[in-house]
């Protein structure tokens, strides 16, 4: 576990390094919450092992984006604008996709919760194809061809029949 | 879902062809056919969906980068030699500084994106502050600076030692012991403050604690470093420190945590020390990290600052089932822990703890002079004290006192009524005390059982030993006391020559550790406990050689020359018959009895060699009368025609490692390598000494007795590594006191065998940790390397080695094959290859996880054994796999299931590959090797081979499962071409492991490398299953034998050959590597592997391009 601890505070650190100066820190601290949220102590929360850490990890991901982007979408008051929003941060999907891609999310947990399962480490968490694998147990290929159609799958569901 | 097959399926054919493809497969069925395009156009066309992540939780290519200091570098004056730590803020190294003074620093960069040039700023502000500090408990700040990549770094007096809180609980600190550390703690902050220095960031990994002459010493480091790093907080530096925040929240002061808050003074310091010292008592910070954890970060701030935390003995009472293991670190019964803070301690922590900081303690010394006040019962300032509380501890501080004059009844009658009634109250209270001390005594004493057993089912002998000690004396009748002394003990009966003795042990495992004292001898067999385990014996009287050694506990005898009586570093050696447990020619060790002699403490060492060349040794002839000179054809030689042979690289006399008559520079304690038989008996004589016969060398170094005594610890501080050592550099000492035995170089001895090479003993560098156990020989003109030697002197008038030799001198060593009848292949498969039969249908359950190591992958699967465990399920089993790059893997990889040698039955876990015997030279060749964690070797490895024939039948049927289980397991994964399975084994491997080859029909081709027959006596009689002979014919595959000229273990005459005529493969090589060793050299090895899978199995296909 103080493996993973290390990990998170190593990005974290690098991240903030290449802040750009003058921008807004609210998405920053979004992250930072989370990350509290996740590793606020390595002896209290406890983790069964990586794989739950990461999968814990990118669910705390995925509501806090989701979260802000209800958030946006009823704050009509127009000061979003000079706030700055997320994408600067990561380039994620627009508020409407990605709550379009939330609600996939949830549909294709129903039908096959793997696939959902590795979908939300892949982009909410950012592993790499290898990562999600090991967290899975499963083989980097059988891994790498769930997200090729997940993907498929998901941009129809999100995107509609273009 | 049927889409998605399809949807793969499609994807797998060229674009052409696809449509026909769907229009065939979907049979119509339109809908389906629509979903599938559908997923196969967004699949076409992506654009930037779900392209890049969200977020980069895990390693960016950035993390990856290794961080620009690491060992080696040099920063400014400083040289980084390790690594020591790594904290929120920065990494923290071991440097060494050589100029002006040469001395080890700790040195840390600051990794976050700080501004490095304010950061010196801040510090060099302080810098003139700062190096007026100067006191025990602090760690200097030394220097900082800017590194190449532009971050800070600070240099500090080097400390090491734990963070107070994890001292104080590892060594469980009583809570006074406690307070007694944290008064110099106290001390130091306030000779900082005089100093005009806040710390600002006082924690626990802030406060080291070092152990100096055995007394805890805590030092407070990072001065200046807090208040350079980090700035007030503001909206911006709330976050610039994510790390350090995380560590340091709960030890903030509400003044620290307000935003923009600039004025923070010494008392702020004392707040985070109260927040230590409530942590120190209760196990958890005021606000714990639990609660911090599921809170908001402005709400922790906010809690910070207004929320009042809870009495130090209430968190105690609220901490529910963890209160036992707190109070057990602390040494105390529940209870008695929430007793002893209530009250005055509970005072003290929240004055501290104070939001108000004017009513904190005014600096740390008054909270340190509280603190002392609390141990001395005198009143403490923290509350104003009532009445009863002044007299309460009146009565404490002067119990002894108090006593006396209550004896005294006629004084008291004539004390007035007030008074009397004031020493009534005290005397009662005192003899309650008294009683109820007991009782508590006697509670904490049976409480203490349960830890007992704990520490033994943990293996913590010496723990509860200890504890066992301590409980004794006060409940010397509980009947559980006699069985947990017998668990946790071992009784030793201790003499010695002269009387008078004093004995000490240590653990062999921990070479640091102190000696304790165990008892002094007398004049007649002293009896005395010590905890189980495996220890080192030092015996030690003025006027004496001390004596040093392992020792069986049940009768260890120690025998002391006077100083001066032998000369130094020779050890005396027990009289006795050597002995050679389980090992071929036990017998004939067995039958000759030694007297006492003595032998060199180590290994003969160049600069000793160096006296001999210099004193014109190799001209003297005395030294060289009557050798029995040889050549290599085993005809005599003249003197005359060998000695030029005995030369240097400069073709000077003196060993072959040597140069223009002398070692390399710097190895002067270095074993003398490179030398020949007769080398080694002119030095001998030289010396007055000789060379040990084979029981001379067996009795003084008792390898297996010392591997008994010793566990592998023996075996793991003896020297089989890639170069030697010198001499005095290692730990492994022997029974005798011997260090060096096994392992660095091999010595040479006496006596010869019947094939007129001379016996040279103990294994050397870069061998396998099994060759001491075996008789290896050399030419006695053989110059290795790694051929060296020791000397034995002999005593009592002992004639010298040829007596000895004349008790064994039948010794028949090769030892010839043996001749028995061999089974046909009905009886064969009845016999042996049916036992091996499992059902295969049994599921896997493969979990599996994997490494991408650079130039291959590393799979680790874990899978069902074909065999249960002792809970009935079935025991599982680690298969490595390493998988090659670059390689077209379409047709599925070939693979090699690799079998190791004997050492892995000893070695606790499996090495890298490319330890394993260079085993990576097989993978970077294309193939995929498989290491099957096999019952009985590295992590599943056996605590004892002394079992009988029928146990090891059911462990030979157990490894052949386990080996056809990994088999399946490369069946299922599906990326493996089964029909180019190889097996290659190496020396256990490929002797008893290689008949894996006869009864499993998937190896397709197999290279057996350093295998042959064993034929020695104590496996003569083993059951047919164990015999290897019966398998060989039964090999139908092609096998490739490696073998080496001089393989002292599997002769090729004796052993090699006959395995190799038994083999029934019709297509079977056998090359022999001329002078080769057990090992061949890894060129040439993976050389003949390569060519022999690629013949047999097809040559791995490199793909045409990456993926």
Known sequence: ?162 | MRDEQLFHQVLELAADQRAAFLHAACKGDLELRERVEVLLKAQSNPGSFLQSPAFGLCHSPTVDQPPIERPGTQIGRYKLLQQIGEGGMGTVFMAEQHEPVKRRVALKVIKLGMDTRQVIARFEAERQALTLMDHPNIAKVLDAGATDSGRPYFVMELVKGQPITQYCDEHRLTPRQRLELLIPVCQAIQHAHQKGIIHRDIKPTNILVAEYDEQPVPKVIDFGVAKATSQTLTEKTMFTGLGQIVGTLEYMSPEQAKVNQLDIDTRSDIYSLGVLLYELLTGSTPLTHMRMNKTAYAEILRMIKEEEPPRPSARLSDSGEALASISAQRKMEPAHLKKLVRGELDWIVMKTLEKDRNRRYETANSLAADLQRYLADEPVQACPPSAAYSLRKFVRRHRSALLVTAGLAVMAAVLTSGASLYLRTAREAEEGRRESEHAQNITEAHEKIPLIQAAMRQLQYEKAFDLLKEIEPLIPDHPSLPELGELCSQTCSLSSTPAHVDVWVRPYDQPNASWSHVVQTLDRPVAARIPRGEYLWRATRSGYHEVTGMRPPQMAHFALDREGDIPNDMVRVAKGRPNRPGMALSNVFQSVELPEFLVDRYEVSNFQYDQFVRAGGYDTPEYWLELPFVGRDGKSKSKKSVMPLLVDETGRPGPATWRAGSFQPGEEDHPVRGVSWYEAMAFARFAGKSLPTIYHWTQASQVELSVVLAGNEFITRSNFGREVKSVRALGDEGLHGTIGTIGNVKEWCFNDTTDGKRFILGGACGEPIYVPLTLDSNHPLQRDEFNGFRCVKFINNEKGPEAAWEQGKSIPWPIPPKREELMDAATFRLVIQDRFVYDRSTPLDVASEQIDEGEWIHVTAQINTAYRDAKGRWERMAVHLYLPKGIDSRQGYQAVLYSPGGDAQMLPRIRPISEEYGLDAIVRGGRAVVCPIYQGSYERRYKSHNVDAKTKEERRLCFGQDMMRAIDYLEQRGDISMDQLGYYGFSFGAEWAGSLAAVEPRLRAVVFEAGGLLNTPSLRKERQLLETRHYLPHIQVPVLMLNGEEDPIYPVKESQDPMFNLLGSPIKEHYVHPNGNHMLPPSVKFEKIQTWFDQHLGTPQKATSTR
């Open chain 1, 1 to 162: 576990m103080p493996l993973v601890y290390d990990e998170l505070r190593k990005l974290a650190a690098v991240k903030l390094a290449q802040e750009k100066p003058g921008q807004t820190l609210q998405a920053t601290a979004l992250v930072h919450e989370a990350y509290l949220r996740l590793v606020g102590s390595e002896t209290q929360r406890t983790y069964r092992d990586r794989s739950h850490f990461f999968a814990s990890a990118a669910t705390a991901m995925r509501r806090i984006l989701v979260d802000h982007a209800r958030a946006r979408k009823s704050d009509k008051r127009g000061g979003d604008r000079q706030r700055q929003p997320l994408e600067d941060v990561a380039a994620p999907l627009p508020d409407d996709e990605l709550l379009a891609l939330h609600e996939a999310l949830d549909e294709l947990a129903v039908e096959d919760p793997l696939k959902a399962q590795l979908v939300e480490l892949r982009y909410f968490a950012g592993l790499t194809g290898n990562q999600v694998a090991d967290v899975l147990g499963i083989s980097t290929s059988t891994a790498d061809r769930h997200w090729v159609f997940a993907r498929a799958w998901l941009q129809t569901k999100v995107r509609g029949l273009t």
